[in-house]
């Protein structure tokens, strides 16, 4: 089956656009489509159906663009990519990797007892992280809190979930968390994870329904500072303590999502204690299912 990849982009002429990328080509499907949230909706309950409707508007479209036409900084003048949702609101799964569960020890405090207690118990941790039009994409900027001095950008696999609570496919994500703040007093997790350009996404959706196993792929990140590697470690989605359909019926118990949502799976890789992101660093992340998303930080 042909692997197919939703993506958002920005062209100055038309505005923003939705595309499926199929091998290096994006194809224009906004008038057979609409957008993501309205995708979204017609694959509730029909989503290998709402695939193939997705390939055919694809290889009928009359306009395309190779993808590197998009591989600008956000800007009014230039085409360029968009994070792949517009109005699904993003939600983020936490200490699901046995190396985040130490990190969460290390950072706080007092120990950090509550998050070696929530790595084993039934109930996973589950937040809230960003609204979908706060989220930024490929070739933006993340930020870091000007209040915190230890910074870090979490690199995650993260589930596309249509309205019916289905896996539709996946995206990388990056988690931007203040670990100062978060390790000072759990209850100011929120305060760690959300705030102005906290949350990035892309560059593209890879489709595919995903239910009890997660897609085995690898997991990178860079940080680059001055040129030069400052950080780099990489997982994989074996080390994903928690199933991906088990994260997502959690997430809607008591919840519904009429327009999807994102739920990001938690992070394998955290760099060292003594590691803190300057403004001018740029975050790389690859995910070998997906793609790389590359962001640069400022302070906010």
Request: charged share 20%.
């Amino acid at each position: 089956m042909t692997q197919l990849f939703l993506v958002r982009t920005y062209e100055p002429s038309l505005g923003a656009r939705v595309g499926v990328q199929i091998g290096e080509t994006v194809h224009d499907v906004t008038e057979a489509v609409g957008s993501v949230e309205a995708w979204l909706c017609s694959s509730a309950g029909r989503v290998a159906a709402a695939l193939a409707e997705l390939e055919q508007a694809a290889k009928s479209s009359h306009r395309a663009h190779l993808a590197a036409y998009f591989d600008h900084a956000p800007s009014l003048d230039t085409p360029h990519w968009l994070p792949p949702i517009d109005e699904q609101d993003v939600w983020a799964a936490g200490v699901t990797y046995e190396r985040s569960r130490a990190a969460r020890q290390e950072e706080a405090v007092d120990g950090g007892d509550v998050y070696a207690r929530v790595y084993t118990a039934t109930r996973p941790e589950i937040f809230f992280k960003a609204r979908g039009p706060w989220v930024v994409g490929p070739n933006d900027q993340v930020g870091i809190r000007r209040d915190a001095r230890w910074n870090v950008p979490e690199p995650e696999l993260a589930l596309v979930i249509n309205p019916a609570m289905e896996i539709v496919g996946v995206t990388i994500g990056n988690d931007m968390s203040s670990r100062d703040i978060e390790g000072e007093n759990p209850l100011y997790l929120p305060q760690a994870k959300i705030y102005t350009r906290a949350c990035a996404l892309g560059p593209a959706i890879a489709l595919g329904p995903v239910t009890d196993g997660w897609p085995a792929t690898r997991i990178a990140m860079q940080i680059v500072r001055a040129g030069a590697v400052a950080f780099s470690g990489e997982t994989d989605t074996s080390k994903i303590r928690r199933r991906p359909d088990e994260l997502v019926e959690y997430l809607g118990r008591a919840l519904a999502f009429p327009s999807g949502a994102v739920l990001l799976t938690g992070a394998g890789i955290v760099p060292p204690d003594s590691f803190t992101l300057a403004a001018g660093d740029e975050v790389r992340i690859q995910i070998d299912a997906v793609g790389a998303l590359a962001n640069t930080v400022v302070v906010v």
